[in-house]
């Protein structure tokens, strides 16, 4: 008996049997291949060790040519601020004043203030002059040896101590060292000059205004004496007489700043702050001395003009005797103080560090050359290798768009040259 065939055991004809590829997948041209570069190195190797090796080469030669440079260095404390000076006696008769007024130069420290002057002409001329610099470096312009001067010499303050470094570098070694040290003695040279010179202003302007101030004092005591001789009863109470003396007191500071304020406005505008500040205390001043010359009651010390009569007038008479007293008092110690400062002739700068002369180059640093020069030529190489083998494997679509911008760049030149012709 034939059984039936079970078709569930045939096979699908529509089912297809699973293949398996071998195939790599494509690479993915936005994934860096690394062996691509160093393919490019490897083939360009002897370009790349021949250039390095010659850079070597002549980077020590080079260096080895230049000239050793010898820096000297020299350090200094900055002079303090001349305490006999104009502005500084009335700061210091102004009290709380006198803080506000002690940066009338800017905002800067003593030692930026002497960094300035050391770097100006006035001391380059004389260094110039003394060293014959324009002969010794063949210059036939004096500005462009400001400019060698500056280039070779480095002042600066420290910004914790304030002490001022100068150091020269030169070929020589005995002229960096001189020259170091010549900085420090003209700068002492012209700080005396200065000094000198301010302190001579001062002392002018000091015997002008004592002469003035003792001819208003002698007025001012002859007004008080022939009025007690006319009116011998009047007496005047303690309280009347604190009265008189606290008005003496700040009429006296009064004059002290309007002083001070009249030697800022030579210097500065009214929009400086220093000015505006001075304008707001003596604006305060002259409110207290209002107050104090006025009507109002309540005060345990009775105001000028709570009292009546002869009294009144007696009390004008001894506070205007008080101020011209109080005025020509400090005027006569400032103006000592001013000749005291003329006749200064010698400067507070004290010399920490005198320059040496060096026994050791400070440049150049031939190793560091070498070095630098070596390395910056090999990565050169490679960088130059990589875009010339870039420039082989170019496709001609892309040589042509580089064939256009070349052909472009010749016109981009020529629009710009006239454009420039014609901005001169």
């Known amino acids: 008996m034939q059984q039936p ?40 190797w002897r370009m790349i060790v021949r250039t ?24 200094i404390l900055p002079p303090q601020q001349d305490s006999f000076g104009l502005m500084g006696m ?12 002690a940066d009338l130069l800017g905002k800067g420290t003593p030692a930026d203030l002497y960094v300035g002057i050391l770097s100006s002409e006035a001391i380059s001329d004389t260094i110039i002059d003394r ?46 060292t001189a020259i170091a040290n010549a900085y420090v003695e003209e700068l002492g040279k012209l700080v005396v000059k200065l000094n000198i010179a301010g302190a001579g202003q001062n002392r002018a302007y000091l015997e002008e205004r004592l002469t003035k101030a003792k001819v208003d ?29 606290g008005i003496a007191a700040l009429m006296a500071q009064l004059a002290i700043q309007e002083a001070q304020l009249s030697a800022l406005l030579s210097q500065f505008t009214n929009a400086t702050q220093e000015v505006q500040n001075l304008k707001a205390s003596i604006r305060n001043l002259k409110g207290q001395i209002a107050r104090l010359e006025g009507t109002q009651k309540g005060s345990s010390i009775p ?25 020509v008092e400090l005027l006569t110690k400032q103006n000592e103080m001013a000749k005291l400062s003329e006749a200064k002739d010698t400067t507070s700068i004290q010399v920490i560090q005198t320059a040496r002369e ?8 031939r190793g560091k050359i070498v070095l630098s020069a070596t390395f910056a030529t090999f990565f050169g190489a490679i960088l130059y290798a990589l875009i010339r083998e870039a420039a ?3 496709s001609p679509e892309d040589r042509d768009r580089w064939s256009r911008i070349k052909e472009l760049l010749p016109d981009i030149t020529r629009v710009f040259c006239r454009g420039k012709c014609r901005h001169k």
């Open 303 to 327: 105001t000028v003009g709570s009292v009546p009569g002869l009294e009144q007038e007696i009390i004008r008479l001894k506070r205007e005797f008080k101020i011209q007293e109080s005025l």
């Open 131 to 176: 060293f014959k610099l324009m002969e010794l470096y063949k210059q036939k312009y004096r500005i462009v040896t400001y400019k060698l001067l500056e280039n070779k010499v480095d002042i600066a303050a420290g910004k914790k101590d304030g002490i001022i470094s100068i150091s020269f570098m030169d070929k020589d070694p005995k002229l960096a």
């Open 5 to 44: 065939e079970d078709k569930s055991l045939e096979p699908d004809s529509n089912l297809k049997p699973e293949v398996k590829s071998n195939s790599a997948p494509a690479p993915n041209p936005d994934v860096i291949n690394l062996l691509d570069y160093l393919e490019v190195i490897a083939k360009n």
């Open 392 to 394: 082989e494997r170019m």
């Open 52 to 75: 390095t090796i010659i850079a070597a080469v002549l980077s020590v030669v080079i260096s080895l040519c230049l000239p050793n440079i010898y820096t000297s260095t020299t350090r």
């Open 217 to 245: 004092l002698v007025k001012a005591e002859e007004a008080l004496k022939v009025f007690q001789s006319k009116n011998k009863s009047i007496d005047i109470t303690n309280q009347a007489k604190a009265s008189i003396e």
């Open 90 to 101: 009335l700061m210091g008769s102004a009290g709380d004043m006198g803080g506000m007024a």
């Open 358 to 365: 060096p026994d050791r180059k400070s440049s150049p640093k």
